[in-house]
């Protein structure tokens, strides 16, 4: 018997959290007399900051090494997960594994009765509006924390690490148990707080735990997959040698208007997506000229619309934005769709600028995640239809 568990992370910021988990997976699934191993994958280029990747753990009780290794190594992909664990619910919205194989539901490789572990500060009704059905009954446990998200190449020490530890040993108990986890934490760390953390996620997740943190999701829970699935040529459709399709160049005015390679859509790469009040707008070119991702169609009126399938949420376009409040990164779980930003606005002002700004809310969350900071907060404010002001945020209030 080989149980599987699936650690999904962003990559760069969350890489070294994900590789800990695995591989404290396995000295603690080894502590208790089973053989298991651990191999991760990067989706793509290790440049994507914020790509969604995964790293594996292997565990049997009645395996040999050899054998265990022959049926899961050297796989890119696992076909099926018994815990599945998320560090950032913003990959709810679906992840692209591979840069060609198009969006894929979170919990595509859970097994019936398995379990989806996500870190969420989110109600599990509010995931599932997200999250693609299944055919069978399956597990969906909200761990409170927010996406550990650190520095380049950075593990940030935030106790994320002992808190998935602890929730694994809660959900399937024969990979890792509890006391396992706390005893190799005492041991690896001699530090109390550490084994502690464990056991706290571990209780939060308990069944008797209140309020219920674990929730069986049926076939009619969770939304139908509407993201297209590509379908890649067969060996004898292929051309003969090395040939790369040229992606076809055009240019028109408005939403959508330039060529794209549509087969490398980077949309899933974001947590945060840029929000834009249109009105505050004043044709300034600076975030068209900078998005390293050409996410920005200028339109027939002088303003640039985001392509947001393409949008990396990289904050590019808020940082340079000379404008107070008319570029901001929001919460990608505050939106439902890739429209167009430009013709929501054009249809109806009004109600755009109302609506962006109950998503927005009240603080202005950014993550410098290049100096290793972790989160700034800041206080936003809602400008009035209109009024221009030509001031950046500066007001710190946590760090
Ligand atoms: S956040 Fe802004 S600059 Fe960055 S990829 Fe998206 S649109 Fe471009
Ligand atoms: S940077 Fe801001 S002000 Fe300048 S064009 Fe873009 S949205 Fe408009």
Not at 212 to 229: A, F, M, Q, S
Not at 278 to 295: G, H, N, R, S, V
């Amino acid at each position: 018997m080989i149980k599987r568990v699936e650690v999904q992370y962003r990559g760069i910021f969350q890489k070294n959290l994900a590789k800990k988990i695995g591989s404290d997976i396995v000295m603690i699934a080894s502590s208790m007399g089973q053989r298991a191993f651990s191999n991760g994958r990067y989706s793509d280029a290790p440049e994507r900051n914020g790509i969604p990747c995964k790293y594996f753990a292997f565990v049997s009780p009645d395996l040999s090494e050899e054998e265990l290794e022959a049926e899961c190594g050297a796989k890119l992909e696992i076909d099926e997960a018994n815990v599945s664990v998320v560090l950032d619910d913003t990959m709810c919205k679906g992840v692209e594994p591979w840069g060609w194989h198009g969006v894929r539901p979170i919990n595509e490789r859970v097994v019936k009765d398995g379990c989806l572990v996500v870190i969420t500060k989110r109600p599990h009704e509010e995931l599932l509006q997200f999250i693609g059905k299944k055919p069978y009954n399956y597990r969906l446990a909200t761990l409170d924390g927010e996406a550990s998200l650190a520095g380049l190449w950075v593990n940030k020490d935030d106790l994320t690490y002992e808190h998935v530890l602890g929730a694994i040993a809660a959900v399937e108990p024969t990979i890792i148990s509890i006391e396992a986890v706390e005893a190799y934490l005492m041991k690896k760390t001699k530090d109390k707080k550490r084994a502690e953390a464990a056991r706290a996620a571990y209780n939060s997740l308990r069944q008797e735990a209140k309020p219920p943190r674990v929730k069986t999701v049926t076939p009619n829970e969770g939304i139908v997959w509407t993201h297209e699935i590509p379908v890649l040529p067969k060996w004898f459709e292929m051309q003969e040698g090395a040939v790369v399709p040229a992606v076809p160049r055009g240019f028109q005015m408005g939403p959508k208007g330039q060529s794209r390679n549509t087969g490398f859509k980077r949309g899933t790469t974001k947590t945060q997506r840029p929000a834009v009040r249109f009105d505050l707008c004043t044709k300034c070119t600076l975030c068209w000229a900078e998005c390293p991702d050409e996410c920005f169609d200028p339109t027939t009126d002088g303003y640039y619309d985001i392509e947001y399938q393409y949008c990396v949420g990289c904050g590019k376009c808020a940082e340079v934005c000379p404008v107070k409040e008319c570029i901001v990164m929001v919460d990608e779980l505050q939106f439902h769709d890739n429209n167009s930003p430009w013709e929501d606005w054009k249809k109806d002002p009004k109600t755009y600028i109302t609506s962006l700004e109950a998503k927005k809310g009240t603080e202005r969350v950014n993550y410098p995640v290049v100096t290793g900071k972790g989160v700034i907060v800041t206080k936003g404010e809602v400008m009035p239809e209109g009024k221009i002001v030509p001031v950046r945020k500066t007001e710190e209030v946590e760090v």
